[in-house]
């Protein structure tokens, strides 16, 4: 028997908040609750830090879904803790709702734009696109970070020749590690990519959130997001979690590839997040020792016309060449270690075409917010 999300609401809306005496679905504290077969995931939404309330509403949380969902149909419930000042409750312990009005975002104040690089598949060159446009955007004098948001894979390490610890302030925020002026985060600075690969969809969303939250990112003008790879669960609630300004697609030319990214697109449409444009990544095969020639391996403008066809811009292609590869495996991107070569200045021209689409887009559109994903009782 699988189980359905309203029983697990209808079970939350036995537990009673002590403070606020009132459920905690009505209080609408329960955050991106997400069933898996047999195994429930939520966040448990609190303004300040509590343990002993925390573990209480846990206790609680738990044994309300065992007393009314079958018990053989769950095995395993994972309640995560949010500590959101943004949450803090109207009045004190007295019966009044939670502030119901849109709260203004204050999680990542200090940044601009915040751009997703995405894909629908993975090895289409996602990371390094999100690593050169980041060291490119940085070489034009603007304050630029670089979120790696896949777990399971993180690049932003080896790309960026990263080997050391961040360092944690007073305030026991995280400090990104800056290389070739950008800054950077990654999951791989922090925990050991093999037992990254247990994490199940709801823990790799909470730790998205953190990096959002407990990183002292400082003004930005821009953070690039390097997304995991799909258009499932864990990408949707990225994109939801976070206030996106607006996303680029990657794409090889190949059919594969164009019908995933189509899929990336699709899914951004879906969340009302601008897509910026659709870049063609080893768009053709340049040898070095022949460097005045062109394969088209992958087949023929296969993501231009993609952009053309789903009328979004489409902001330029990258070749396959051999150091692009390298460069990366070394420890700094392309853009960085050989600026004046033909592909740094191809991802330039691409940054440039960025910044272009996002100035349009802020001109156009009122700023993303965060998709307000919480349950509605
Ligand atoms: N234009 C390119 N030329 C040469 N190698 C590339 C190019 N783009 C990506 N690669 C290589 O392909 C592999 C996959 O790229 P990556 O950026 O990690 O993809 P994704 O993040 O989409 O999984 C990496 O080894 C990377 O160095
Ligand atoms: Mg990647």
């Not at 864990?234 to 697609?249: D, E, K, N, R, Y």
């Not at 794409?251 to 899929?263: E, G, I, Y």
């Amino acid at each position: 028997m699988s189980i359905h999300k309203e029983q697990v609401k209808s079970a939350l809306s036995q537990v009673i908040h002590p403070e606020y005496k009132r459920d905690l679905i009505s209080l609408d504290l329960i955050q991106d609750l997400i069933i898996q077969e047999k195994y429930i995931s939520f966040t448990l939404e609190l303004p300040r830090k509590d343990e002993r309330l925390a573990d209480h509403l846990k206790r609680e949380c738990t044994a309300a879904i065992h007393k009314f969902i079958d018990p053989g149909a769950v095995t395993d419930i994972t309640v995560g803790i949010n500590i959101s000042r943004q949450r803090e409750l109207d009045g004190d312990a007295d019966n009044t709702a939670p502030a119901s009005k849109p709260q203004p975002e204050t999680v990542l104040g200090g940044v601009k734009n915040i751009i997703a690089v995405a894909s629908g598949k993975g090895g289409v060159g996602k990371s390094t696109v999100a690593a050169n446009l980041a060291v490119a955007l940085a070489q034009t004098g603007a304050k630029v970070g670089l979120l790696d948001t896949d777990i399971y894979g993180p690049s932003v390490p080896t790309m960026f020749g990263v080997t050391e610890r961040p360092n944690i302030t007073t305030q026991k925020k995280l400090v990104p590690i800056e290389k070739f002026g950008v800054h950077l985060v990654s999951m791989g600075f922090l925990v050991d990519t093999d037992q990254a690969m247990i994490w199940r969809g709801p823990m790799v969303t909470s730790a998205v959130k953190q990096f959002m939250q407990e990183v002292a990112w400082g003004d930005l003008d821009y953070m690039v997001l390097d997304m995991p790879p799909g258009t499932g669960d864990i990408q949707l609630t990225i994109v939801q979690t976070v206030p996106l300004t607006g996303a680029v697609i990657v794409s090889t030319p190949q059919t594969v590839a164009l019908d995933d990214a189509r899929k990336g697109v699709a899914m951004f449409n879906k969340v009302n997040v601008p897509v910026l444009g659709i870049i063609e990544n080893m768009a053709y095969f340049v040898p070095d020792d022949m460097p005045e020639k062109k394969y088209y391996i992958f087949g023929r403008h296969g993501a231009r016309k993609l952009a053309e066809r789903l009328e979004v811009p489409f902001l330029g292609e990258v070749p396959l060449r051999e150091r692009v590869r390298e460069t990366s495996d070394l420890g700094t991107p392309i853009v960085a270690a050989e600026p004046s070569s033909p592909s740094a200045i191809g991802f330039k021209e691409i940054a440039n075409r960025v910044e272009q689409s996002l100035i349009v887009r802020n001109q156009e559109k009122e700023a993303t917010r965060k998709i307000d994903i919480r349950i509605r009782p």
